[in-house]
C-alpha cells in the first residue's frame, strides 16, 4: 500500500472516530469523562494531524494537535481504578 493511500486512510479513520465519540456523547451512551471518549478523540486527532500535515493544511494540523492534547490531559485527570488488591493466605 503506497504512503497517499495510508494517509487518506489515517484521515478517514480520524473522522468517523471523532464523528463516532461525538454522537455516542450526544446520545448518552458515553459521558465526556470517560476513557473511551476522550481516546476515540485522541486517536482520531491524529489520524487527522497524519492526513492534515501530509497534505500541507497546517492550520487543521495545528488544531488537531491542540485537540490531542486536551484529550491526553483529560485521559490523565480521570480517576484511577484502585489496583486489586492480591488475596491473602492465612
Do not use: H
Amino acid at each position: 500500500m503506497d504512503t497517499k493511500t495510508l494517509v487518506e486512510i489515517a484521515g478517514w479513520t480520524g473522522a468517523v472516530l471523532i464523528l463516532l465519540a461525538y454522537a455516542l456523547l450526544t446520545m448518552g451512551r458515553l459521558s465526556a469523562r470517560s476513557f473511551a471518549y476522550q481516546g476515540l478523540n485522541v486517536v482520531g486527532a491524529i489520524g487527522f494531524i497524519i492526513n492534515s500535515y501530509a497534505n500541507g493544511a497546517m492550520p487543521s494540523a495545528a488544531l488537531n494537535v491542540i485537540w490531542a492534547l486536551i484529550g491526553l490531559v483529560a485521559i490523565s485527570r480521570l480517576p484511577r481504578r484502585a489496583a486489586p488488591v492480591p488475596a491473602t493466605t492465612e
